[in-house]
């Protein structure tokens, strides 16, 4: 054994040791104070929000009435002017009556050159294409049913595929002249003023663009025909 073992009790500790700190307990919070936090922080970002989109509201309004304009005149081929037509209580009337606000009523367009004479009438229409929905500004000659052009305003098609409807222009040169009701043919012939010859590839995105306009033409024909006949002021 060593000489300089020690068998004696443990040492006491010195008195200049320092002991550690007790761990401090987190102070509890009340779920009430936790539901009041939510509340206030979820009340501010709704604030926030609204805030947002009463201050945005008017210039988007103005881009999508820019939008709107720009596609009338494409699809009546420049027009000098045109009246703006409000489908109230199931006829059309260029003042309609207070009560209905004027955004939310289906609107046409019918458009003159610097003459005085009637283009024809330009509508919009929306319904499903293959992924989602395809809206179209229309424009037509409501007393022949002869189309004069369209436009697509909005598409989330296939790339590549289903938004030839709206990037072929040789899918769009073929509506001009054409007579609704319309009819989707893989080949066309050229002597039958209904035909419309579909997007290989995109068949049903184009017979969509088909059957929109045939319902368009379908829907706001006899309403625009009873207008010109005085059926409504």
Do not use: C
């Amino acid at each position: 054994m060593s000489p300089h073992a020690h068998h004696g009790p443990p040492s006491a500790p010195s008195a200049n040791a320092v002991t550690p700190p007790a761990t401090a307990k987190a102070p509890e919070v009340s779920s009430w104070k936790l539901l009041a936090t939510l509340a206030i922080g979820g009340a501010a970002a709704g604030l926030l929000v609204v805030a947002v989109y009463k201050a945005t509201l008017p210039t988007i309004e103005r881009y999508a009435a820019a939008k709107e304009a720009g596609a009338v005149r494409e699809v009546l081929k420049a027009p000098a002017r045109w009246d703006t037509l409000y489908l109230q209580k199931g006829a059309l009337t260029k003042s309609p009556t207070a009560g209905d606000d004027r955004k939310g009523l289906p609107k046409a367009y019918v458009g003159f050159d610097a003459s005085g004479k009637r283009l024809g009438a330009a509508v919009t229409a929306q319904e499903p294409g293959f992924q989602e929905e395809v809206l179209l500004m229309i424009g037509f000659e409501p007393s022949s049913g002869a189309l004069i052009g369209f436009k697509v305003l909005d598409e989330k098609e296939t790339p590549g595929l289903g938004d030839k409807i709206e990037r072929d222009t040789s899918f769009g040169a073929q509506f001009p002249g054409r007579i609704a009701p319309l009819k989707g043919v893989r080949t066309r012939n050229t002597t039958d003023p209904s035909q419309v010859q579909t997007i290989t590839g995109a068949t049903i995105s184009s017979r969509a663009v088909i059957r929109i306009i045939n319902h368009a033409v379908e829907r706001w024909q006899p309403l625009l025909l009873a207008y010109e006949k005085g059926g409504a002021q």
